[in-house]
């Protein structure tokens, strides 16, 4: 079942995607995924709807070094990305100048139930300043900057995790897909490990690790996260119109 | 003017603390601070009302190494806290077993407004397993447990945040007490820095640091908070009767 969030004429709601069109339901995460053979409200036409961030989430959590078999060396380990980060398919990711070089991963993303179980799956691209990372330990800027996490199009409640493709595609340049076989852990270890300490709820996100190639933003141009099973999830990129500040070089893990 | 959210027969509600009780008013994160000549909802008495945490807070933020004037040789550095790790006063800090030393940090919270701009200010003990930092390079998860965010006892909205007097006491035990004076970092500089990358809205709390001593938490005893200015945020603390997994040493500063 595909559950998105749409803005439409009358107002921004969670629906059903189907061959007619956006089915209006109510919020999913409280109710639970619905029943179909009991639907019964309005259908909104794609011509009329925008699709939002399937989610509005108060966590977003990512796993840092979870790329490739190389990791599994490391321990497992969170990192925490603003909730208002977020955007949604079609929103610009805004680069400020001077920042760097800004990477794009494509992820896929668990969407967390009200009870802390996985209601579904979308894709995201977790936007990473690259060069900001050497300075910023804990990663809040180099991952934090408004619209550095687009994530959809739409909710799969129904998916394998492990074998579902995810492609990079940079200014319609694809740079290679890959499946999450490919990732030091696998997202049922990704799962439990955050399970043993962070509170997660309704609409949260987790952002499994980048199991394919990343590749650099420049505006003026797309960053596309693209599924055979979750279809694509396309931002243009464009320049903020801001400075991002200069901050001297930090220390590694002081205490605070 | 103090604004508290509390829990009472009728509901949950945000509410004007007074000689006669808690007078129920809209949300002000949506309203603005309300216009006290025009008020006229009802009085909660305070024997039927319990003070939750003032806000709910889509992101949590804290500055790294804010701690004394040494650490004004480290560049500013945030990290995020997890928005469900919220308590507010009189809940409990739970420990898991095994997690090692786990410390209170007394601190200035400023409570954000939906511009983005400072609405008031409250306290917060930011709980960090200090064990456990030195393995988890982003903090996660050593800030990150549940219950590991204790704000409140209200919000007040007219406060000098330099000056404002920060106690922490353990188990009845006043460790000592300092203002923001002493940090590396003045609150003003503070959210000048966050404004630079981070997207923050209502009900939003920012961290500013540790001006004064931090001590260790033990279960069975209690962690307060105390400002002449700002109340007194007192927290039991107890077994979370979970074990803390064990993960082996990571490595600083790999890509994610």
Redesign the interface.
Known sequence: MRIARIAHPGGEDFCLMGVDGYRLIENPFRTGVPDLRRLSGPVVSAADARLLAPVQ???V???????GPA?RA????????????VVGPSGAIEL?AGIGQVDAEAELAAVIAADGSVFGWTLANDVTA?DL?????????AK???TFTPVGPWIETSLDPETVELELVLDGQPLGSATNARLARSVGEVLG?LS??????AQDLVLV??PGPYGPLAAGGTASVRSPQLGTLTNPVRSSGLV??D??????????
Chains 1, 2 share one sequence.
């Open positions: 989430p108060r966590t959590v990512g796993m840092a070094h979870n790329t990791d490391l321990a497992p380990e969170a990192f925490l990305k603003p909730a208002r980060s400020p690259r990372q050497a300075t910023d330990a804990r990663w809040a800027r934090g900057y408004p490990y043993t300490f962070l509170p997660l709820g690790g980048a991002a500040a901050h001297p070089r930090t220390v590694q893990g002081a205490l605070g």
